[in-house]
C-alpha cells in the first residue's frame, strides 16, 4: 500500500497542519493543494519544501534528506508540516498605557498571511515548538497584541482620541515591520475603538477645550474640579472662575476658556478676558468638538466630524462626559 501524505480538509483557522506519522517511505504520495506548502524537518532543522501539486517523493525532490540519510534507500524519518498560505484573520484587544501613563482599552481586527514559509517555520513552529494550529494562532495574537500595546504607548491621550487615523497609519508599519520578522505579511490591520477611564476622558476634555495638556495633567484628577465647579452655583462661580483662570494662564502655552466668561455682573478676580490670539480656533462663540477639535455649529448635539454626541448642561455648555454638574455655570446634569 502506498503512503500518502495530504492535509485532508483543512480548518477555516488553521494555519499549519503536522502529519502525524514521521516515518516516511520513498515512493510515498505528497499531495499539497493550492495554496499549501509542505516542509519536511528532522530535528527542528528545514530540509527540503515542496510546493503545490501531486509528488512521488524520490531522491530527486528530497535531495537534502536524501543526503541526510546517506543516500540510503529505506524508510526515513522526518517531521512533514503543511502551511497553509491563505489569508487569515483575528480579532486583537487589550491594555496599554499612553505616555502620560493613561490607561488605554483597545480592540479591532487585523489580517495576515504566510509570506515566507520556511521563515515562519523556523521562527515560530519550530522555533516556539508549536506544532498544533490552535497553538500558532494564539501565539501570533500574542504576539501582534505585544507590538500594538508597545507602539500604543508611545502616543498620548490626544494623539489617540484626536488624532487615530495618523496612530493607525503610524503603527501599522510598525507592526508590518514586527510580522515580518516571522515570515508572515500582515495584510491590514483596523483598530475599531479605543477607550480610557472616566477619569481620563474628563482630562481629555479639559485639553481639547483649553489646549493646554500640561495644565489639565498638572490638576489633581479632572473630575475633582470638575464636581468642585460643580457643588453649587456659589461655588461655581466662587471657586470655578478662579480655578479655571489659573488653569488657562499658563505662561509657556497661552490658552484661553472654551466659554467666555458667562456669569454676567462684574466677573471675580482672577478672571481675564480671553484675548490671546494662537489659541486652538476657537473665536468668540465658536464652540469645538472635544473629542477630535473641530469647529462645531453653536449647540451642535452630535460632532458633524467625528460623530460623538456632544453632552450640554441645560444652559447648553458643553460638558465633559460622565460630568455631574456643568463645570462652567454649576448646573446640574440630569
Ligand atoms: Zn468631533
Ligand atoms: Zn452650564
Given at each position: 500500500m502506498v503512503q500518502v501524505i495530504e492535509w485532508v480538509?483543512?480548518?477555516?483557522?488553521?494555519?499549519i497542519w503536522r502529519y502525524p506519522n514521521e516515518v516516511i517511505k520513498w515512493g510515498a504520495q505528497l499531495i499539497v493543494h493550492e495554496y499549501e506548502v509542505a516542509v519536511f524537518m528532522r530535528d527542528g532543522k528545514i530540509y527540503d519544501v515542496l510546493g503545490p501539486g501531486r509528488h512521488t517523493l524520490t531522491t530527486q525532490n528530497l535531495p537534502l534528506l536524501y543526503k541526510l540519510v546517506g543516500g540510503s534507500n529505506s524508510p526515513f524519518k522526518a517531521t512533514v508540516i503543511f502551511v497553509s498560505m491563505k489569508q487569515f484573520q483575528g480579532r486583537y484587544g487589550g491594555e496599554t498605557q499612553t505616555r502620560e501613563l493613561a490607561p488605554v482599552k483597545y480592540y479591532g481586527v487585523y489580517w495576515f498571511k504566510v509570506a515566507d514559509p520556511v521563515l515562519f517555520i523556523t521562527e515560530v513552529v519550530g522555533g516556539q515548538s508549536l506544532y498544533e494550529a490552535s497553538d500558532v494562532t494564539k501565539f501570533i495574537r500574542a504576539y501582534f497584541n505585544e507590538g500594538m500595546m508597545k507602539h500604543l504607548s508611545a502616543y498620548s491621550i490626544v494623539d489617540l482620541f484626536q488624532n487615530l487615523d495618523m496612530v493607525s497609519t503610524q503603527v501599522k508599519v510598525k507592526l508590518i515591520e514586527d510580522f515580518r520578522r516571522l515570515?508572515?505579511?500582515?495584510v491590514d490591520v483596523k483598530i475599531e475603538g479605543v477607550n480610557t477611564t472616566d477619569e481620563w476622558r474628563q482630562r481629555l476634555f479639559w485639553i481639547m477645550q483649553t489646549g493646554n495638556a500640561q495644565a489639565v495633567m498638572q490638576m489633581d484628577t479632572a473630575k475633582q474640579v470638575a464636581a468642585e465647579l460643580g457643588k453649587s452655583e456659589g461655588a461655581a462661580m466662587g471657586t470655578g472662575m478662579v480655578i479655571m483662570p489659573q488653569l488657562l494662564q499658563q505662561p509657556a502655552q497661552p490658552a484661553q476658556p472654551?466659554?467666555?466668561?458667562?456669569?454676567?455682573?462684574v466677573p471675580p478676580?482672577?478672571?481675564?478676558?480671553?484675548?490671546?490670539?494662537?489659541?486652538?480656533?476657537?473665536?468668540?462663540?465658536q464652540e469645538i468638538c472635544p473629542y477630535c477639535g473641530k469647529p462645531i455649529p453653536?449647540?451642535?448635539?452630535?460632532?458633524?466630524?467625528?460623530?460623538h454626541q456632544i453632552h450640554r448642561c441645560p444652559n447648553g455648555h458643553i460638558v465633559p462626559e460622565?460630568?455631574?454638574?456643568?463645570?462652567?455655570?454649576?448646573a446640574k446634569i440630569e
Open positions: 480538509n483543512p480548518g477555516e483557522d488553521e494555519i515570515g508572515l505579511e500582515l472654551a466659554q467666555p466668561y458667562a456669569g454676567g455682573g478676580a482672577g478672571y481675564q478676558q480671553p484675548a490671546q490670539p494662537g489659541a486652538p480656533a476657537q473665536a468668540a462663540g453653536p449647540g451642535a448635539r452630535f460632532c458633524p466630524y467625528c460623530g460622565g460630568a455631574k454638574f456643568c463645570p462652567v455655570c454649576g
